[in-house]
């Protein structure tokens, strides 16, 4: 007769807590990041160094969004913010704020709209 099978975390809130050492939220300057915010990897993964840390080094070779980053990584927000709290801390990635737009309130420029427009006709 076989052991009995321990029950699994259908929730995965056992795996987050073992990914973030039990942490539940970023600390420090990671604590301002959203989900727009781009991130960009600073260094190689080195061995022996936890396997989500690899994959985020290894995919933000050129900057990706926080939103993206979790979305390939399969990884809820919160648990992301710790893991790159951790990359940041280490200066292993830089976050970026999105580049602003330019007086966001106030709407498109009609001028470089009407540029781009009369550009397009030309074709």
Do not use: K
């Not at 809820?76 to 200066?91: E, K, M, R, T, Y």
């Not at 292993?92 to 009609?110: N, Q, S, T, W």
């Amino acid at each position: 007769m076989s052991a009995p099978r321990r029950p699994t975390d259908p929730s995965g809130l056992e795996r987050y807590y073992v990914l973030t050492g039990g942490r539940s939220g970023p600390g420090g300057s990671a604590s301002t990041l959203d989900v727009a915010t781009l991130v960009v990897s600073r260094a190689v993964p080195l061995p022996g160094m936890q396997h989500e840390h690899e994959e985020i080094l290894r995919r933000c070779r050129e900057p990706l969004s926080v939103a993206e980053l979790g979305a390939h990584l399969h990884l809820p927000f919160n648990i992301l913010a710790v893991l790159l709290s951790d990359l940041l801390q280490a200066g292993r990635v830089e976050a970026r704020d999105p580049i602003p737009a330019l007086d966001a309130g106030r709407g498109p420029d009609l001028a470089l709209l009407e540029e781009v427009l009369s550009g397009l006709q030309r074709l």
